[in-house]
C-alpha cells in the first residue's frame, strides 16, 4: 500500500468513527420501530378482516399517507409492504443527511486543512467519503434486514416471507444510495453544515409530500418522474419486479449528483 493508499484509507475510517454514533441510533430506531410494528400486527391479526374493513373506511389521503393503499394488513406481507413506505422515508432521511454533510462538515469542524495538506487529490477525498457513506448505509440496511427477518419470524403463523423482505431491502439500498448521492450534490454548494442538511431534508420532504400527493391525485401522476419516493411501488416490488425504466433514471441521477459533487469540489476554494 503506498502513501496515497495509505491516507484514503485513513479517511475512510476517520469518518466511519465520526459517524459510528450515528449509524447506531438509526440501526437502533429501526430495530424498535419494526419489532413495535409486529407487536402492533398481532393485535390487527387477531381483529380478522374487519381490521382491513376499518382501514378501508379512512379517507384516501390518510390511507396514502400512512401507506395503507392496496395492501392486505391481515396478512404479515400486507402489513410489513404497509411499513416500507416508513422504511424508505427513514431510511432516505439518513443517507441524505449523511450526504450533506459529507463536505461541509469539514469547513465547520476546521478539519478541511488537515484533508488537503496529505498528499492525495480531492478527487481520492471525495471518494474516501463516498466509500464510508456507502459503507454506512450497508451496514444500517443489513441491521433492517436482520431485524425483519427475526422480529417477523417471532410474530408470523404462516408461510415466511424472507424472500420478500430482501426484494424490499434491495429497493431500500438503492433509494437510500440514490438519496446519499443527491445529499452530497448539495453539500458542494454551501460551506454550512445545518444549510447542506435543511435543503437536503427539505428537498426529501417535498418529494415524499409529492409522493403522497399523487396516490391521492391521478391527474399530476405525471410527477411521479420528480421524486423517487415513486420509484419503486411496494407490491411490484415484493414479488421481486423493478421497474426498469426507473432504475435507469435512479443510475442517470446517482451519475449526475455524482459527478456534480466531484466537479464541484475541485474547483471550490476551501475555506479553513
Not at 424498535?32 to 400486527?41: D, E, F, P, T
Not at 451496514?139 to 426484494?167: C, E, H, R, W, Y
Not at 410527477?223 to 432504475?247: C, E, H, N
Amino acid at each position: 500500500m503506498d502513501g496515497k493508499e495509505f491516507f484514503s484509507m485513513n479517511i475512510v475510517l476517520r469518518e466511519l468513527r465520526a459517524n459510528l454514533k450515528s449509524l447506531i441510533i438509526w440501526c437502533v430506531s429501526m430495530a424498535l420501530l419494526i419489532y413495535a410494528g409486529m407487536v402492533k400486527y398481532s393485535g390487527i391479526a387477531a381483529v380478522g378482516q374487519s381490521a382491513n374493513e376499518l382501514f378501508n373506511q379512512l379517507p384516501e389521503a390518510m390511507k396514502s399517507i400512512l401507506g395503507m393503499n392496496s395492501l392486505d394488513l391481515t396478512s404479515i406481507s400486507g402489513y410489513y409492504g404497509m411499513f416500507f413506505l416508513y422504511f424508505m422515508l427513514l431510511g432516505s432521511t439518513f443517507a441524505v443527511m449523511l450526504g450533506a454533510i459529507i463536505i461541509s462538515k469539514e469547513e465547520r469542524d476546521k478539519t478541511a486543512d488537515f484533508l488537503l495538506v496529505k498528499p492525495i487529490s480531492r478527487s481520492k477525498v471525495i471518494t474516501a467519503k463516498l466509500i464510508a457513506t456507502l459503507i454506512n448505509l450497508a451496514v444500517f440496511n443489513i441491521i433492517t434486514l436482520l431485524a425483519s427477518f427475526f422480529f417477523v419470524a417471532m410474530f408470523n403463523k404462516g408461510v415466511p416471507i424472507n424472500d420478500q423482505i430482501i426484494n424490499l431491502m434491495i429497493a431500500l439500498f438503492i433509494l437510500e444510495v440514490l438519496f446519499a448521492s443527491i445529499g452530497a450534490g448539495i453539500s458542494v454548494f454551501t460551506t454550512n453544515t445545518k444549510k447542506a442538511t435543511s435543503l437536503a431534508t427539505t428537498l426529501l420532504l417535498t418529494m415524499f409530500l409529492l409522493s403522497a400527493a399523487i396516490d391521492i391525485y391521478d391527474k399530476i401522476s405525471f410527477f411521479k418522474y420528480l421524486t423517487p419516493f415513486k420509484y419503486f411501488q411496494t407490491a411490484q416490488v415484493m414479488r421481486g419486479s423493478f421497474d426498469t425504466f426507473f432504475l435507469f433514471l435512479s443510475a442517470f441521477i446517482l451519475i449526475t449528483c455524482i459527478a456534480l459533487t466531484y466537479t464541484t469540489f475541485q474547483k471550490r476554494d476551501i475555506h479553513i
